[in-house]
């Protein structure tokens, strides 16, 4: 199972008050954190980069904000395992169901509130551990299987 001291977060916000709170808060986590102002120079990171686990990003942001990112992300085909988290301080129900449509696992609010980011992105680090192990599970299971299906076709030909 991959470990939690292993997590990469990318967090993408164009505040850097931000990021240094994020980084005093998941020190704790032992997680490696990258951070960007724009989410233009996080996707080419992002795309260069297949071990992304966990992407954060703001929703309102100048050039690219974070919705348009995500929709980037979500279309990189070595992203599949990211799981992504909006830091926003929209609260109404149409911003919600927009932000899970576009592809967001889940929401961080501001101001920003230790307990609950450390709780939130703690839960995203399991999810994702979930994700690997399940990963491996089935590779495991694909292995044995063509073992087995190679076993038997060496019998049928006898």
């Known amino acids: 199972m ?7 977060i990318v967090i993408v916000d164009d505040e850097p008050i931000i990021h240094q709170q994020l980084k005093i808060i998941l020190k704790s986590l032992d997680a490696e954190l990258i951070c960007f102002s724009d989410g233009a120079a996080a996707l080419t990171y992002i795309s ?11 929703w309102l942001m100048p050039t690219m904000d974070g919705l348009e990112l995500i929709s980037k992300v979500k279309a990189i085909g ?7 988290m909006l830091l926003t301080s929209l609260r109404d129900k149409e911003s919600l169901v927009t932000g899970i449509n576009v592809g967001a696992d889940d ?4 101001p920003i ?28 299971l694909t292995t044995a299987l063509k ?9 049928s030909v006898k």
């Open 113 to 140: 509130i230790k307990e609950e980011i450390v709780a939130k992105i703690s839960a995203g680090m399991r999810v994702q551990s979930l994700k690997y192990e399940l990963k491996e599970k089935n590779e495991e």
């Open 78 to 84: 070595n992203q599949k395992f990211t799981y992504i």
């Open 48 to 58: 260069e980069h297949s071990d992304i686990d966990m992407l954060i990003t703001d």
């Open 107 to 110: 929401f961080l609010y501001k």
């Open 147 to 155: 073992l087995a299906l190679g076993f038997l076709g060496a019998l």
């Open 2 to 8: 991959r470990h939690i001291s292993r997590t990469k």
